[in-house]
């Protein structure tokens, strides 16, 4: 059972247009959230995070929404620029009961930005 | 830099042969966590330790695998009699303060032929 699903395998953007990629969860358990780019043969870097008591988390050009009711968040980078093509994976993580933070992980979105 | 290091980057060993890979934190981090991560997937939480306890083990690390983190500070995982089914990326990642943030290190890419 994937308790995170990032649905769509990649997307295509023009340079200088906003990129969305969503992320969905089911586990309410889930109390804090993050975004990790990653390049292949490199391990993935951190991005930008919310907490599950904000809805919205910004941070230049990425902001972060959470919408706790549908279990949905999105990470939305504008302007879009060629070096941000990689791979963006949503993580998910609580802390109770002994949960320690562990990540969670979608299986990726791969983000493409076109000159 | 002063960002999470591991070692060797590359692997390749034969089948049943014995590996072991190492991970240095942030220096002031407690916490370090090991994922691995198979082609087409994103990574899977191994185990988890705060300063040299060993919290948490995954179901997905058999008796084959064993972990340590002696005095807190770097961390080894090794792998016995090696599998095919072992090929991945293992990767390492610590938190410090805030505790929700894992930083990774580049990883370390094992095959086993």
């Known amino acids: 059972d994937q308790q995170v699903k990032q649905n769509s395998p990649s997307l295509s953007v023009q340079e200088g247009r906003i990129s969305i990629l969503n992320c969905d969860y089911t586990n309410s358990m889930f109390d804090y959230f993050l975004w990790y780019k990653k390049y292949p043969a490199e391990g993935p870097t951190f991005l930008i995070s919310i907490s599950s008591i904000k809805d919205k988390n910004e941070d230049g050009r990425f902001t972060v929404f959470l919408n706790k009711s549908a279990k949905h968040l999105s990470l939305h980078i504008v302007p879009s620029q060629p070096g941000d093509s990689a791979v963006y994976f949503c993580?998910?993580?609580?802390?109770?009961?002994?949960?320690?933070?562990?990540?969670?992980f979608g299986k990726g979105t791969l983000l493409t930005v076109n000159p | 830099d002063t960002g999470v290091s591991q070692n060797p980057r590359h692997k390749i060993t034969k089948r049943g042969q014995n590996v072991t890979f190492r991970c240095d934190p942030i220096s002031e981090h407690n916490r370090l966590y090991w994922y691995r991560q198979t082609l087409g997937q994103g990574p899977e939480f191994l185990t988890y330790?705060?300063?040299?306890?060993?919290?948490?083990k995954s179901r997905l690390l058999s008796d084959r695998f064993s972990a340590e983190r002696p005095k807190g500070s770097f961390s080894t995982l090794e792998i016995q009699r090696t599998e095919q089914g072992d090929s991945a990326m293992y990767l390492c990642?610590?938190?410090?303060?805030?505790?929700?943030?894992?930083?990774f290190g580049p990883g370390t890419r094992l095959l086993v032929l």
């Open positions: 993580a998910a993580s609580f802390k109770a009961g002994g949960s320690n933070y562990k990540l969670t």
């Open positions: 990642a610590s938190s410090g303060r805030p505790q929700e943030t894992q930083y």
């Open positions: 330790f705060q300063n040299e306890a060993q919290l948490e």
